[in-house]
């Protein structure tokens, strides 16, 4: 597997990759570890130094206070989330939700990551192109359901969607040359996804290489992108 290249942005630029003790984001770093054009590759996640949890925002303002001697940022890779928050299965009925789970569906699934675009985004270069890409779902988006279920995981991931809507509306104004991403993994062998999908999902490295890939090739708008990895567009 041939490992990707940032080549439209700078000579020499910075990433920051969220979530990097995990499947997706241990593979993102590890391909931008290797791209001669990243310069530095920073992960954070709950067992990084400094340390980040999206259930508490001082430590997140903490952290970027940190990451502002490495700045600036030019890409940032969020990798967060959760199926099962505190190990709640998806809802299948109505009857199956409680009001815990859908809370901490939404904050960890949308609050939270939110609250890094907040402390980090101040983070970002000006006057450059950078690139803030996020992982969503496709069953986040509610033209595309037709099934139903998965109450908290749908409804948190398309709140999340609408927040990085919002941001990369207000960023526009400022980062013309801002490219924001909700982005759509595919199917992919993690410990997040092994009880619904076994071993014939996706090997990690591949979907974050895809991914990487699709980033790259994404133009500048006033508006966020929502995109799988194989870069079609999925409808919000």
């Not at 569906?105 to 983070?123: D, I, R, V």
């Not at 996804?193 to 990690?204: C, E, L, T």
């Not at 290489?209 to 992108?225: K, S």
Request: aromatic share 6%; glycine share 8%.
């Amino acid at each position: 597997m041939s490992h990707p290249s940032m080549t439209q942005l700078r000579d020499g630029y910075t990433a920051v990759v969220f979530g990097a003790s995990g499947a997706i984001g241990s593979a993102f770093v590890a391909h931008l570890q290797r791209d001669p054009r990243c310069q530095r590759v920073i992960g954070l996640s709950r067992h990084s130094t400094p340390r980040i949890d999206l259930d508490d925002e001082s430590l997140l303002e903490n952290a970027a206070a940190a990451m502002a001697a490495h700045g600036p940022v030019h890409l940032v890779l969020d990798a967060t989330g959760t199926l099962m928050p505190d190990g709640h299965a998806p809802e299948k009925r109505l009857d199956d939700l409680t009001p815990n789970a859908l809370a901490r569906a939404f904050a960890l699934n949308a609050t939270g990551p939110t609250l890094l675009l907040k402390h980090f985004g101040p983070l970002l270069a000006t006057g450059e192109r950078v690139v803030w890409g996020k992982l969503s779902a496709r069953v986040g988006s509610i033209a595309d359901n037709r099934k139903g279920g998965w109450y908290g995981y749908r409804a948190s991931k398309a709140a999340l969607n609408m927040l990085l809507q919002c941001t990369a509306i207000e960023w526009a104004r400022r980062r013309p040359l801002a490219v924001v991403a909700a982005l759509q993994p595919g199917t992919v062998r993690s410990r997040l996804s092994a009880p619904f999908v076994g071993s014939q999902a996706d090997d990690p490295a591949e979907a974050a290489a895809r991914l990487l890939r699709v980033l790259d090739a994404l133009p500048p708008q006033p508006h966020a992108h929502f995109v799988d990895h194989r870069g079609e567009v999925v409808p919000w």
